[in-house]
């Protein structure tokens, strides 16, 4: 809850334009970019939505409105894509995508220039728990650096995958960056525990493997950027969304270049950290490189090598390396690399040989190459004897403060020395000063020196440039670019220039600001496979088909119950009944009862030794004993129903008791009969006429007000003197007759 | 109608051979494994030859002799010029196998059905694919992907699947369930209900135990010779089970603080030890995480020296020792040597941990009980000295100048023949003859080395010197066993020196890697020296499996749990596979096939199945229920025509009533606890669940193993009362009913 909170007062907090870098956004407006329908059978349409607007209005509900609503009919259908970080920035890469009820997040990075909790994406935007799995590309902190944040302190339960390089130097980078980044303890994001947390929620992958999360397919191929960089392809429902992260076409020195995935994917997420620009070809940057180096220390000169400890920093010491081995006369020129991290990431480089490129797989068969021959490592810089020509390399690559600042401070004087820049180097930073060769910097000490070091910008960043992104996306025709992880001008002049590029095609190319939501719909038609026993005949137009339909992540299976033991892990289940009833009537009894209620009732096949009934081809009652009958049925709606009726009827019988069983009548002898009816006479007759006397042979005699009437009782024949009364008695006993044998028993 | 499958085995059914078999899916004909034994025998391989040539790819399961040390042969040989799959482990451990049985085999023979780079050439194309990796074929395989997945047993060991059309055919041979110290229990049972699973029936008859208890006896077995003096031998591997035994013993080593050496002794055990190191992420996942965390790599061993010659291994003399030396066989290599040298001291101990393979030496001794006395072959390959020498050189000298003088001549009819009126008809002709004269010249220089070198010394023809001294040994007896001959070990000693001279001279060479030994093998002139012998077998002698295969019990259930519809049973000894077919075939329907080498088997699914479109409408009016990670429904429609697609519409007339389907798989036991959770008195009575005072539930039909046979069956069973329809109503909640 206490994560909940802070996320909630950092949005209150950063709502205010300002200095902590959160775009000023609030006059964005809703763009819709219509799209013309596609000839494949994916039809997307795109539009911005401005989630700013939204967060403005409604402070309180930032956590409901995340949830986005699952209303309208084409809801399955829509694909939304934002951004949380890396949207027209470098830094805190964070990709939030979601379709068809699954959501999967790009990256989880932090941006460099920043610290605490605004250095963090804007994670407040999604809701954690509902995402599914968390992809992470490689180990840089603008990658992965707020992963430990996220698994730690939000409610994000899904799956995390990286790389094995990627864990192993995570784990180290992340330890090294909470020591030296200097927070107040309140706003450390996370300590080294935490990190420690975090490494077992973290599973690995490694390329081409596919993995299957929840109906997510996903799998990543090489990207070239630094060691276990992987770019991630996801595959929803049969549309596939490729994220490159960072990613680099050429082969360099220990890495393999980017893959170009087998399949197009239907949305490409591609980085633009460099825009249009285009880099020199590797072996001219090379040899401006080894050239600068060899001629300096040939002049008894320093060279500096400012550089992040982790990816090029490996590059440039294979380059080194190699150079002293061809260079004997170089080989009394000691080399250093001064970084306790890149040190302990030797370990890593030494082992994942197999994630490296074909050259460095051979050289491995000798000898490995990581196992520098001329280069060592220097814990700090006490223990450096700065006498005489070297060549060290030490982190950090800005020159802000450390090892690296400390020997640039010595060294910028002479002009035999020299530093070379390596690579990408963040505005405001030293390192950025110097490229451009002012006559005097400050050091660290607040005093200025004069600068007269020679200073040489060669870049060895393995990002793609403007001719590997356009040959990249041009093998790969997405119908969709996204462009992130670029300074927004630079965004806004390769989205300029791919949309010319792909003038004419189908492509579209957005480039959304952190929270803004590229939305698109993919109405993909479902396909089912109808496979076993239904699919033993293909059926013709407008027959029916009925069976059980199974879906597992996104295909459809039609098949036959019985089937589904056969074609999937579900089974089927009968449940037979068997329930005890008491009763001690007669058996046909049950049987008239129930052949009163019930259109089928059969004699159950005489397998068995005792009576047994079946009703309605489901529920069978045997009379197994005295005491009790049984009823057996194999469980289903209907025949549950039947056999409850079946149980109200035997207990009706019971209660009632025998009074009520014709049956037991018709057992009787035809003179009781006879005698019951003559009883039943008399009693009605008196009941009418008052006096009545019963004579012999069934005669009965009447006196009413004197007057005498002789009946006879089977006859009907009425012997009087009064006429009215004869009739009256012929009337009623006509009537009585009615009522005791209803039908004439026979023609007699 | 289902996709054909055909499979063929070529070697490797009903018997313990290599295996090797064909699979034909809709024509596309894949060969799984191309084995061979450590004798390598080209017999063997017969049918093979016949169908090579005709193969579309290959895939290989794991890296030993058995799973692919007859490729490099058939790609030399038969003409097999198929693409090779296999994972990155297989492929360099298989290419290290290769080149140490290559080496061994040289060492002691003029070996020629392969030589290293015939090793190379046919590893070149292999390519490599991680654990599941979709992969495409395309062209005739259009339509079929392949994937490779965990099998255990050896680092990288395959269970291959092949897909085509939603049919899986899944060939799972040598896996282990188990999780070892450095590899994962294989993720077969993860694949449920595959048309087709081609299995070994190799372990059907054996059981284990458990694998702690069976390491501890391991060491301790160890321990105890080492204890008293003696030494032990582990006829190992080259690349495969030996890795679990090296880390078995050099954690052990390192618990206890040992102080007794154990080597590793094969021709390439640095590079195989290099390269392990490097395959981490193909390892147990403790071990990765180990790695991620710590930066612990325990193929780092620590305890164990690796030594790729035996110079180093006599240098210690008769202390104590472990040594773990290739071949497992004992047919040729360091643990042949080194047996012969061990055999005759009761103190020291030959542990095999595998079974060995028919026909080897290995095998002889595994009977019970072991032979008294065994006789072995012990060749060396020696450099020529002296006239030998002399006499090589001079020979050489005479080939080249034979092949100067034909190279000239040649070269004169070339002049002659592009004189000659049609010049360029008869320019490819003598290029043609150029050039096989060069690949002939390379072959006679070989030829001639055979010529000289034959085994059993018949003094070649060309030969000036002496005949090499030869030893007849007739074996003397007396009280005391063999009469020994001091002179043997004189001349032995001698051989000795000669070999140190040469290991010293390219020691460094050595070290490195099998390309310089390469270089210098081939270069030195050198010849094999044999002598067969008669060895005491006075050392103990023991076997404990640890070859990593799922036992009988565990196959038996893993086969009932993957459940396929039909099931293929290859390697294994007659008896085992009969048994588990018998198994098989007895407790479920499923067909199940043993095909005897080169019967060829149809296992064409008879599924039937066609595809249609689900219409909107239809399926907005279908509410399915979540069960796991399924959704089902009952789904009542009508076929619909749209240009030959079939689409699915909602019915035009109320459906019929249909029987109703209770969907679930019922625990008794999970159901007691449920019962227990709602505050019922449940106890199991007689194999039924007594539900409070009179309700009894229960199974009947082992419905479980009867893969298609239908449902779970139950009876829920009581008198009239209150608590029968509540037992019911829960009993029901279990259950999905649509």
């Known amino acids: 809850m206490r994560a909940r909170n802070g996320l909630l007062t950092r949005i209150s907090k950063s709502n205010v334009p300002g200095p902590n870098g959160r775009p000023n956004s609030h006059h964005l407006n809703v763009t819709r970019l219509s799209q013309a329908g596609q000839a494949s059978s994916l039809s997307p349409v795109s539009t911005l939505r401005n989630k700013q607007a939204e967060r403005q209005t409604d402070m309180a509900s930032v956590a409901a409105a995340s949830k986005r609503p699952a209303t309208g009919g084409r809801e399955g259908d829509q694909m939304v894509i934002t951004p949380l970080g890396a949207g027209n920035e470098v830094g805190r890469s964070c990709v939030h995508m979601t379709f068809k009820g699954r959501t999967v997040l790009f990256d989880c990075g932090i941006h460099p220039a920043y610290s605490g909790m605004a250095a963090l994406p804007y994670f407040d935007e999604i809701d954690p728990s509902t995402i599914d799995v968390l992809l992470v590309t490689h180990f840089h902190l603008d990658h992965a650096a707020s992963l430990p944040y996220f698994l730690e302190k939000t409610t994000f339960k899904g799956r995390v995958f990286m790389t094995h390089a990627t864990k192993a130097i995570y784990k180290l980078l992340l330890q090294d960056y909470v020591k030296v980044s200097k927070v107040s303890v309140d706003d450390m994001l996370y300590d080294e525990q935490d990190i420690l947390r975090s490494l077992d929620k973290i599973e690995v992958i490694d390329f081409h493997q596919t993995m299957e999360v929840n109906g997510i397919r996903f799998w990543c191929y090489t990207a070239g950027h630094v060691l276990g960089a992987a770019m991630f392809m996801v595959d929803i429902a049969g549309v596939r969304i490729l994220y490159t992260g960072d990613y680099s076409r050429e082969e360099d020195r220990h890495l393999r270049a980017a893959e170009t995935p087998q399949f197009s994917p239907d949305i490409c997420i591609i980085e633009s950290t460099y825009g249009i620009q285009q880099h020199q070809p590797r072996v001219v940057r090379e040899k401006r490189f080894t050239e600068v180096v060899h001629s300096t220390v040939a002049q008894g000169g320093r060279v500096l090598i400012p550089a992040f400890a982790l990816g090029r920093a490996q590059e440039l010491l294979l380059i080194l390396d190699e150079y002293w081995s061809n260079h004997p006369e170089l080989h009394k020129i000691p080399i250093y690399y001064a970084s306790p991290l890149a040190k302990k990431c030797m370990a890593v480089y030494q082992t994942y040989i197999n994630s490296m490129n074909d050259r460095i797989k051979n050289q491995y068969a000798q000898s490995n190459p990581f196992h520098f021959k001329h280069i060592e490592s220097l814990n700090s810089i006490d223990n450096f004897h700065d006498v005489g020509p070297s060549v060290v390399m030490a982190s950090p690559g800005g020159l802000q403060s450390g090892l690296s600042r400390q020997l640039f401070d010595k060294w910028c004087t002479d002009k035999k020395n020299s530093c070379v820049i390596p690579g990408y180097v963040v505005e405001g930073t030293l390192a950025k000063t110097i490229i451009n060769e002012p006559r005097e910097v400050t050091l660290a000490n607040g005093l200025t020196a004069p600068l007269h070091m020679q200073v040489h910008y060669i870049s060895f960043s393995a990002h793609a440039d403007f001719p590997q992104t356009s040959t990249f996306l041009d093998e790969l025709r997405p119908p969709n670019i996204i462009l992130v992880h670029g300074e927004a001008n630079e965004m806004s002049r390769l989205k300029q220039r791919l949309i010319s590029q792909f003038d004419g095609t189908n492509a579209k190319v957005v480039s959304p600001k952190n929270c803004q939501s590229v939305e698109m719909y993919f109405s993909s038609e479902k396909m089912a496979k109808t496979i076993g026993r239904l699919a033993e005949q293909v059926p013709e137009a407008s027959e029916p088909v009925n069976g059980l339909i199974v879906r597992k992540g996104f295909t459809y299976q039609i098949m036959a119950p019985e089937d589904l033991r056969v074609y999937t892990q579900l089974s089927t289940a009968n449940i037979i009944q068997r329930i005890a009833v008491p009763y001690s009537g007669s058996f046909e009894v049950i049987r008239y009862r129930l052949k009163q209620i019930y259109e089928s009732v059969e004699s159950a096949p005489e397998e068995c030794d005792v009576p047994a009934l079946v009703v309605h081809e489901r529920v069978t009652v045997r009379l197994d004993s005295e005491s009790y009958v049984t009823l057996q049925w194999s469980s289903d709606p209907i025949s549950d129903m039947v056999s409850d009726s079946v149980v109200a009827v035997i207990l009706n019988i019971s209660r009632e008791g025998p009074k009520v069983v014709p049956v037991e009548e018709a057992a009787k002898t035809k003179e009781e009969t006879e005698r019951v009816a003559q009883k039943v006479v008399y009693a009605l007759m008196a009941s009418l006429f008052g006096d009545v006397k019963v004579g012999e042979e069934g005669k009965f005699i009447i006196s009413v007000d004197g007057v005498v009437a002789h009946l006879d009782g089977h006859s009907g024949d009425v012997e009087c003197e009064n006429a009215t009364l004869r009739e009256r008695i012929k009337t009623a006993f006509r009537r009585i007759q009615g009522a005791v044998r209803p039908i004439p028993l026979s023609a007699s | ?738």
């Open chain 2, 1 to 738: 109608m289902g996709t054909s499958v055909q499979v063929t085995p070529l070697s490797g059914a009903y018997g313990e051979s290599p295996l090797c078999y064909l699979l034909a899916v809709d024509g596309f004909r894949f060969l799984l494994d191309c084995g061979w034994s450590d004798l390598c025998d080209p017999s063997q391989l017969e049918p093979l030859a016949k169908v090579a040539p005709t193969i579309d790819a290959v895939l290989l399961s794991h890296p030993d002799m058995m799973h692919l040390g007859a490729l490099p042969y058939a790609m030399k040989h038969l003409g097999l010029s198929a693409p090779v799959y296999a994972t990155e482990p297989v492929f360099r451990l298989g290419l290290l196998t290769m080149y140490d049985h290559f080496l061994s085999r040289w060492q002691v023979s003029d070996f020629d059905l392969f030589t290293l780079d015939d090793v190379d050439s046919a590893f070149q194309n292999v390519v490599r694919l991680k654990y599941s990796q979709n992969h495409l074929l395309r062209d005739k395989g259009e339509g079929i992907v392949i994937a490779p997945h965990v099998a255990g047993h050896l680092l990288g060991g395959t269970v291959w699947k092949i897909t085509k059309d939603g049919e899986d055919v899944i060939y799972a041979v040598d896996f282990n369930h188990r999780k070892e110290t450095h590899l994962n229990g294989t993720v077969l049972t993860s694949f449920v209900r595959p048309a087709v699973l081609i299995t070994d029936a190799y372990n059907a008859l054996n059981n284990q135990g458990y694998k702690r208890k069976q390491d501890q006896n391991f060491v301790d077995a160890l321990l105890k010779v080492l204890a008293s003096g003696g030494s032990v031998l582990l006829p190992v591997d080259t690349a495969g089970r030996v890795l679990e035994l090296l880390l078995i013993l050099d954690e052990y080593w390192g618990q206890r603080n040992l102080k007794y050496p154990i080597h590793f002794l094969t021709n390439v055990s640095t590079s195989t030890i290099d390269f392990v190191k490097s395959f981490l992420e193909w390892m147990n996942d403790s071990i990765s995480k180990e790695f991620e965390q710590n930066r612990d790599n325990p193929f780092l061993l620590k305890n164990v020296s690796l030594i790729i010659n035996k110079e180093e291994l006599e240098k210690l003399g008769d202390a104590p020792k472990v040594v773990l030396a290739s071949m497992a066989s004992l047919e040729v290599g360091f643990s042949h040597d080194i047996f012969v040298e061990m055999a005759n001291d009761t103190k020291n101990l030959v542990l095999f941990t595998e079974k060995g393979q028919f026909g080897t030496l290995a095998r002889m001794l595994q009977v019970d009980p072991p032979p008294k006395a065994v006789k072995v072959t012990v060749s060396k390959r020696i450099p020529l000295v002296g006239d030998e020498l002399k006499a090589y050189e001079e020979e050489q000298e005479r080939i080249k100048k034979e092949e100067s003088l034909k190279a000239s001549r040649i070269k004169e009819e070339e002049l002659k023949a592009s004189h000659g009126l049609n010049a360029k008809a008869s320019d490819p002709m003598t290029i043609d003859g150029s050039s096989s004269r060069k690949s002939s010249n390379a072959g006679s220089h070989f030829g001639a080395n055979v010529d000289i070198l034959i085994d059993g010394f018949v003094p070649p023809s060309t030969s000036v010197a002496p005949m090499f001294p030869f030893f007849e040994n007739t074996a003397e007896w007396d009280d005391f066993g063999e009469v020994i001959n001091p002179d043997d070990y004189m001349m032995k000693q001698e051989e000795m020196d000669y070999s140190m001279m040469h290991g010293s001279g390219d020691g460094l060479d050595g070290k490195i890697d099998e390309g310089s030994a390469r270089l210098l093998l081939d270069s030195t002139p050198s010849k094999v020296v044999s002598n067969e012998m008669t060895v005491q077998v006075r050392c103990s002698l023991a076997y404990m499996d640890f070859e990593g295969r799922s036992d009988g019990r565990s196959v038996k259930s893993v086969i009932a749990h993957v459940a396929p519809l039909k099931l293929v049973l290859v390697h294994g000894s007659a008896e085992a596979t009969e048994h588990l077919k018998m198994h098989c075939a007895k407790n479920s329907d499923l067909h199940v096939y043993a095909p005897q080498v080169e019967e060829t088997i149809d296992v064409t699914s008879d599924l039937c199945a066609y595809k249609v479109q689900l219409s909107e409408k239809l399926m907005s009016n279908i509410i399915s229920k979540k069960l796991g990670e399924h959704e089902i429904a009952w789904l009542d429609a009508e076929v619909g025509k749209e240009d030959e697609k079939l689409i699915l519409l909602p019915p035009s007339s109320p459906p019929p009533p249909h029987k109703s389907v209770l969907v679930g798989d019922l625990k008794l036991a999970d159901f007691k606890q449920f019962l227990e959770n709602k505050g019922w008195q449940v106890e199991f009575a007689g194999g039924a669940l007594r539900c409070g005072e009179y309700i009894t539930v229960r199974k009947i039909g082992d419905s479980i193993q009867k893969g298609g046979a239908g449902s779970q069956q139950l009876v829920i069973e009581g008198p009239l009362c209150e608590d029968y329809y509540k037992i019911r109503e829960l009993l029901y909640s279990q259950f999905y009913l649509l």
